[in-house]
């Protein structure tokens, strides 16, 4: 075991910033991190024990103790328990003999939950050993646990089929489905690969950030940063060595449109990560991808090979003296935070996925100090169809303030839950029509994500784009049987308790804080005071150092600003006060340890 | 008019409160002008006589019979003040709020290294003690407090400003050095 850590140590050359692929591969080749390799690393990458184990203990797929030879990391999103989660649950529980958190005592088995996996459109889903399982029922968990105990590699496991497209090549082989219900300019696979880099070639890279300024394109992650302008800010800026990193970490639950665009159009996207690099002049580029995508990983690096076979990627691309650019891959390992661009920056660094304190944005100061552009997946891949088709024809699409098109995940209650490509500038109504909503039984849509808005049907008329509601691309439709507090409010709120990186005491705190006042809610101890105090508090995490935490009370406060009447329904009207205490409940635990009976 | 009641009280705390409010100094002679003192260990009233119109307590919620006197002193109050670190967050006494009370028994009384002679193995648990809470709640959530009063312990100057400010009606004063941080 001792050597396996030396050689993987030496396989990424004893780099520090390469921590984080280190600890990916012993993790995958010993099950988890031992003591011995924690201190072999220390030693060998001049590092303290704790700086090792800090890495370690921020990522939940990394783990200081022993998991089982089998790890099955079960999504607890809100979607996955609109789909019928919690008897998936409790059948994984049956069959096991464990509990969530627990490896079975012949240490072969490890039963954990994860934070959405980005198959909103197919849940509840599960990630064993790396590879996806869809659509799971308590039926199918008994095939895959029948499959386990007869020692079957998760590659041989039993499977109905593989899923559309690009999911069933030998080099995915994933039961995972594309679900592409609707193409626009930038899914239609019309171009042939390294067109655009033909093209840019010709041209110097201030006209190509001319051409994508032109286009008005903007940052397709959510926050709607001009792309142009990113590009020159960092094309400005000076440093010996500039970077392109493509943020492909979606991890904002209910979004899963970069997954699509991995599977079907990666060739697109590297050659979006080209063009920025030549624009920008950045020899190197990483491809930040969640971990959760891991399956995804050797038909990537085969396409990678491919394009520097071409040379598209490599020296002198496409024969221009002094055109260099690789790109290389990096996990992460399961944090919400990375999907941040200067978090995404520390981790692709080997650290913590820390947000950083801006400015120095990462423009200037990014990747190892150096001037570095992060993009969008979607980005990058229009900003492709930009160069070969022109900023005038990207703008002739979508509206004045929101150029171009956007790429949706939709999924919850729906017929069609999948991706939709639509120009700005659709409605909220539109969408549903459009993913086979039944509108007399939406009760609400949650657009952007958590992070996002919870909108009721008075609202549905309202335009997706820039100017009025913004979205890195995910909707949620819940139906009118949903309880949008306890299984969604609840869920999201929970999933950023849970996702806080714990550098800001707002964003460490608050959320549990807010917690605390909607179990109370819930649990019918609530009062009129409680909902204000909410609406109050929540406003501190705007002190937070980046938009996780700032954004960590919106199911909360959205929801009372949309559904205050959920709240209301559920206060004590004849109390102005209620701490919420239950002496009953809180001495129950010392009389169980002293066999005492209570009296009140 | 009527001078003003006092009640106070210490919980889950040291007394370290009630030592600042004797900081206070000589100004015990002008609050004694100023109010009246009920249910106290300053005048070891054990039980309230009437109601009062001020309670100050002292440390945080341990035990079943803190939670009791928090709620008597409620009822019997019109204004409750949480005094000090332990009231308002449940102070030292809370660092055992993150281990199992099983746990904290068994260290205590079982398996601690100055535990000697406990032969028998007993936990007490004789019924006229108080039960202990599953962890150590700041008064706040058990009742309503209507102010805070921070500090381990709060500065007797803070104590002798608020009480004025509570008895005379008037705001209190707070200037930069009081509530500036660190």
Same mark, same amino acid.
């Given at each position: 075991?001792?050597?396996?850590?030396?050689?993987?140590?030496?396989?990424?050359?004893?780099?520090?910033?390469?921590?984080?692929?280190?600890?990916?591969?012993?993790?995958?080749?010993?099950?988890?991190?031992?003591?011995?390799?924690?201190?072999?690393?220390? =030693? /060998?990458?001049?590092?303290? /024990?704790?700086?090792?184990?800090?890495?370690?203990?921020?990522?939940?797929?990394?783990?200081?103790?022993?998991?089982?030879?089998?790890?099955?990391?079960?999504?607890?999103?809100?979607?996955?328990?609109?789909?019928?989660?919690?008897?998936?649950?409790?059948?994984?529980?049956?069959?096991?003999?464990?509990?969530?958190?627990?490896?079975?005592?012949?240490?072969?088995?490890?039963?954990?939950?994860?934070?959405?996996?980005?198959?909103?459109?197919?849940?509840?889903?599960?990630?064993?050993?790396?590879?996806?399982?869809?659509?799971?029922?308590?039926?199918?968990?008994? @095939?895959?646990?029948?499959?386990?105990?007869?020692?079957?590699?998760?590659?041989?496991?039993?499977?109905?089929?593989?899923?559309?497209?690009? #999911?069933?090549?030998?080099?995915?082989?994933?039961?995972?489905?594309?679900?592409?219900?609707?193409?626009? %300019?930038?899914?239609?696979?019309?171009?042939?690969?390294?067109?655009?880099?033909?093209?840019?070639?010709?041209?110097? %890279?201030?006209?190509?950030?001319?051409?994508?300024?032109?286009?008005?394109?903007?940052?397709?992650?959510?926050?709607?940063?001009?792309?142009?302008?990113?590009? =020159?800010?960092?094309?400005?800026?000076?440093?010996?060595?500039?970077?392109?990193?493509?943020?492909?970490?979606?991890?904002?639950?209910?979004?899963?449109?970069?997954?699509?665009?991995?599977?079907?159009?990666?060739?697109?996207?590297?050659?979006?990560?080209?063009?920025?690099?030549?624009?920008?002049?950045?020899?190197?580029?990483?491809?930040?991808?969640?971990? =959760?995508?891991?399956?995804? &990983?050797?038909?990537?690096?085969?396409?990678?090979?491919?394009?520097?076979?071409?040379?598209?990627?490599?020296?002198?691309?496409?024969?221009?003296?002094?055109?260099?650019?690789?790109?290389?891959?990096?996990?992460?390992?399961?944090?919400?935070?990375?999907?941040?661009?200067?978090?995404?920056?520390?981790?692709?660094?080997?650290?913590?996925?820390?947000?950083?304190?801006?400015?120095?944005?990462?423009?200037?100061? &990014?990747?190892?100090?150096?001037?570095?552009?992060?993009?969008?997946?979607?980005?990058?891949?229009?900003?492709?169809?930009?160069?070969?088709?022109?900023?005038?024809?990207?703008?002739?699409?979508?509206?004045?303030?929101?150029?171009?098109?956007?790429?949706?995940?939709?999924? &919850?209650?729906?017929?069609? %839950?999948?991706?939709?490509?639509?120009?700005?500038?659709?409605?909220?109504?539109?969408?549903?029509?459009?993913?086979?909503?039944?509108?007399?039984?939406?009760?609400?849509?949650?657009?952007?994500?958590?992070?996002?808005?919870?909108?009721?049907?008075?609202?549905?008329?309202?335009?997706?784009?820039?100017?009025?509601?913004?979205?890195?691309?995910?909707?949620?439709?819940?139906?009118?049987?949903?309880?949008?507090?306890?299984?969604?409010?609840?869920?999201?709120?929970?999933?950023?308790?849970?996702?806080?990186?714990?550098?800001?005491?707002?964003?460490?705190?608050?959320?549990?804080?807010?917690?605390?006042?909607?179990?109370?809610?819930?649990?019918?101890? &609530?009062?009129?005071?409680?909902?204000?105090?909410?609406?109050?508090?929540?406003?501190?995490?705007?002190?937070?150092?980046?938009?996780?935490?700032?954004?960590?009370?919106?199911?909360?406060?959205?929801?009372?600003?949309?559904?205050?009447?959920?709240?209301?329904?559920?206060?004590?009207? #004849?109390?102005?006060?209620?701490?919420?205490?239950?002496?009953?409940?809180?001495?129950?635990?010392?009389?169980?340890?002293?066999?005492?009976?209570?009296?009140? | 008019?009527?001078?003003?009641?006092?009640?106070?009280?210490?919980?889950?705390?040291?007394?370290?409160?009630?030592?600042?409010?004797?900081?206070?100094?000589?100004?015990?002679?002008?609050?004694?002008?100023?109010?009246?003192?009920?249910?106290?260990?300053?005048?070891?009233?054990?039980?309230?006589?009437?109601?009062?119109?001020?309670?100050?307590?002292?440390?945080?919620?341990?035990?079943? =019979?803190?939670?009791?006197?928090?709620?008597?002193?409620?009822?019997?109050?019109?204004?409750?003040?949480?005094?000090?670190?332990?009231?308002?967050?449940?102070?030292?006494?809370?660092?055992?709020?993150?281990?199992?009370?099983?746990?904290?028994?068994? @260290?205590?009384?079982?398996?601690?290294?100055?535990?000697?002679?406990?032969?028998?193995?007993?936990?007490?648990?004789?019924?006229?003690?108080?039960?202990?809470?599953?962890?150590?709640?700041?008064?706040?959530?058990?009742?309503?407090?209507?102010?805070?009063?921070?500090?381990?312990? %709060?500065?007797?100057?803070?104590?002798?400003?608020?009480?004025?400010?509570?008895?005379?009606?008037?705001?209190?004063?707070?200037?930069?050095?009081?509530?500036?941080?660190?």
């Amino acid at each position: 075991m001792k050597t396996a850590t030396i050689k993987i140590i030496e396989k990424y050359k004893k780099d520090k910033t390469r921590l984080m692929d280190i600890l990916i591969d012993i993790q995958s080749e010993i099950g988890y991190i031992p003591p011995h390799a924690v201190s072999q690393i220390a =030693e /060998e990458l001049h590092m303290s /024990e704790v700086d090792v184990e800090q890495t370690i203990s921020f990522y939940h797929f990394f783990s200081l103790k022993p998991t089982g030879k089998y790890n099955i990391y079960l999504n607890n999103s809100a979607v996955a328990t609109m789909m019928g989660r919690a008897e998936v649950a409790a059948t994984f529980e049956k069959e096991l003999g464990i509990k969530f958190g627990q490896v079975t005592a012949d240490g072969m088995i490890g039963l954990f939950e994860t934070s959405c996996i980005g198959m909103n459109d197919q849940e509840p889903a599960a990630i064993i050993n790396n590879l996806i399982f869809t659509k799971l029922t308590p039926f199918r968990v008994k @095939e895959i646990i029948r499959d386990i105990r007869e020692g079957k590699r998760v590659e041989d496991m039993f499977y109905a089929s593989y899923g559309d497209g690009k #999911n069933a090549t030998e080099l995915i082989k994933s039961v995972v489905s594309n679900n592409i219900r609707k193409i626009g %300019p930038i899914l239609e696979k019309k171009n042939k690969p390294g067109e655009a880099i033909k093209k840019i070639i010709k041209m110097s %890279p201030t006209e190509v950030i001319d051409e994508v300024k032109k286009s008005g394109i903007r940052g397709r992650g959510g926050a709607g940063f001009p792309t142009g302008l990113k590009w =020159e800010f960092c094309r400005m800026a000076p440093g010996e060595k500039k970077y392109i990193l493509c943020n492909a970490d979606e991890g904002e639950p209910g979004t899963f449109k970069d997954r699509v665009i991995l599977t079907e159009l990666p060739r697109l996207l590297f050659e979006g990560m080209v063009i920025a690099g030549y624009a920008v002049g950045a020899t190197e580029g990483i491809l930040y991808i969640r971990y =959760e995508y891991k399956y995804l &990983g050797q038909y990537l690096e085969d396409i990678l090979d491919k394009a520097r076979e071409k040379n598209y990627l490599g020296k002198n691309i496409g024969g221009k003296k002094g055109f260099d650019f690789d790109i290389r891959i990096q996990y992460g390992a399961g944090a919400y935070v990375c999907g941040e661009e200067s978090a995404l920056i520390e981790s692709a660094e080997g650290k913590r996925g820390e947000p950083r304190d801006r400015p120095p944005f990462p423009v200037e100061k &990014g990747y190892l100090d150096m001037p570095t552009v992060v993009n969008n997946v979607e980005t990058l891949c229009s900003v492709v169809k930009v160069i070969l088709n022109g900023g005038e024809w990207y703008k002739s699409f979508g509206t004045t303030e929101s150029t171009g098109t956007k790429l949706l995940s939709i999924s &919850g209650d729906c017929r069609y %839950p999948g991706v939709y490509e639509v120009v700005w500038g659709f409605s909220v109504n539109d969408i549903l029509d459009m993913a086979g909503a039944t509108k007399s039984d939406v009760q609400a849509v949650q657009v952007g994500g958590p992070s996002g808005a919870i909108i009721a049907p008075n609202e549905f008329n309202r335009i997706l784009g820039y100017e009025d509601l913004s979205t890195g691309g995910s909707l949620i439709i819940f139906g009118n049987h949903r309880d949008i507090l306890a299984d969604v409010v609840m869920n999201f709120t929970e999933f950023f308790i849970e996702e806080s990186c714990g550098s800001c005491s707002t964003c460490r705190i608050v959320p549990s804080i807010l917690k605390k006042k909607l179990e109370k809610i819930l649990n019918a101890r &609530g009062v009129m005071q409680d909902i204000d105090d909410m609406v109050e508090w929540g406003k501190i995490l705007r002190a937070s150092r980046c938009g996780l935490g700032q954004t960590a009370a919106n199911p909360i406060l959205s929801s009372i600003k949309n559904f205050r009447h959920l709240y209301e329904e559920k206060i004590q009207k #004849n109390k102005s006060f209620d701490s919420g205490f239950d002496l009953n409940a809180a001495v129950k635990e010392s009389c169980e340890a002293t066999g005492r009976v209570p009296y009140i | 008019m009527s001078k003003p009641i006092l009640a106070t009280t210490s919980l889950a705390g040291c007394f370290g409160c009630h030592m600042s409010i004797l900081d206070i100094d000589e100004r015990i002679l002008e609050l004694i002008e100023l109010v009246e003192f009920n249910k106290s260990p300053i005048d070891d009233i054990k039980k309230f006589t009437k109601k009062c119109d001020i309670g100050l307590i002292e440390g945080g919620c341990c035990n079943s =019979e803190n939670v009791h006197v928090l709620k008597d002193f409620r009822e019997n109050c019109k204004i409750l003040v949480s005094l000090g670190e332990c009231a308002i967050m449940g102070g030292l006494p809370a660092m055992r709020n993150g281990i199992p009370i099983k746990e904290c028994l068994e @260290e205590a009384y079982l398996n601690g290294p100055t535990v000697v002679g406990n032969t028998t193995g007993i936990i007490p648990n004789d019924p006229e003690l108080p039960m202990l809470l599953d962890k150590v709640y700041p008064c706040h959530e058990v009742v309503k407090i209507d102010y805070h009063l921070p500090g381990c312990p %709060p500065r007797a100057d803070l104590i002798w400003e608020a009480l004025v400010a509570l008895v005379t009606g008037d705001e209190m004063k707070m200037p930069y050095e009081v509530i500036k941080f660190d």
